[in-house]
């Protein structure tokens, strides 16, 4: 299975202000899923970030809030904009195995707390 | 979009007892349901997976089995042991999660009891 890190692993942040976090995996792959999960909660699909293209949002997830940047097929960041305390989350990203496999496998996670 | 119901939200066994979690899609073209396990401040594990042609599919204690008519999975867990305790996240997923995005369910908390 491939090799995720993300960075930072969690951060405490003031609200009103901005928190880009890092997915890097240790091979190419033309897919890269950024996931939320709330206190407690399931995860729940950001935004599908592709290399060469503007991601893909989920229904409640916008541009402004949540830029993604994906400059190559190993690295992709996620932007938290103006953070409110309900953005108190785990950030996670994930990564298909790639082939005829269908797995997908997950960072270790960002835990993002805002005051 | 897809909506994936999970079921039960805690389920809390004995050892050596069997452990099952169901959950339902509404969406007949999802053809890919994997099961994830999460620990405590961990990132959330694929144990077992399931595709639409197939009916059943065992791995050890684990088994998944999946109803396409009915629009059902299921996860069984058998033999349980305390370090089995976690919480169980089911998924669907239209085309295979490499070309996908996976929809979750809403988890279950499985305590396995000493």
């Known amino acids: 299975s491939a090799v995720i890190s993300q960075k930072p692993s969690r951060d405490i942040c003031q609200r009103g202000t901005s928190l880009t976090i890092q997915c890097q995996v240790d091979?190419?792959?033309?897919?890269m899923f950024w996931y939320r999960q709330q206190p407690g909660q399931s995860l729940t699909l950001i935004a599908t970030?592709?290399?060469?293209?503007?991601?893909?949002?989920e229904s409640g997830f916008v541009i402004d809030k949540f830029p993604i940047s994906r400059p190559n097929l190993t690295f992709s960041t996620l932007t938290v904009s103006n953070m409110s305390p309900e953005d108190s989350s785990i950030y996670l990203c994930?990564?298909?195995?790639?082939?005829?496999?269908?797995?997908?496998?997950f960072g270790p996670g960002t835990r993002l707390t805002v005051l | 979009g897809e909506n994936v119901e999970q079921h039960p939200s805690t389920l809390s066994v004995q050892e050596g007892d069997s452990a099952v979690i169901k959950c339902t899609y509404s969406?007949?073209?999802?053809?890919?349901f994997p099961w994830y396990k999460q620990e405590l401040g961990k990132r959330p594990q694929l144990i077992i997976d399931?595709?639409?042609?197939?009916g059943e599919k065992k791995d050890q204690r684990i088994a998944v089995t999946l109803n396409k008519t009915a629009k059902h999975f299921s996860l069984h867990i058998t033999e349980t042991q305390p370090e089995d305790s976690a919480v169980y996240f089911c998924?669907?997923?239209?085309?295979?999660?490499?070309?996908?995005?996976?929809?979750f369910g809403q988890g279950t908390i499985l305590t396995v009891h000493p």
């Open positions: 970030a592709n290399q060469g293209s503007e991601a893909t949002y």
């Open positions: 994930s990564v298909p195995a790639g082939g005829y496999r269908n797995e997908q496998f």
């Open positions: 091979s190419q792959v033309t897919m």
């Open positions: 399931i595709r639409s042609n197939v």
């Open positions: 969406d007949s073209a999802s053809n890919y």
């Open positions: 998924a669907a997923s239209k085309y295979g999660a490499s070309y996908g995005k996976l929809t």
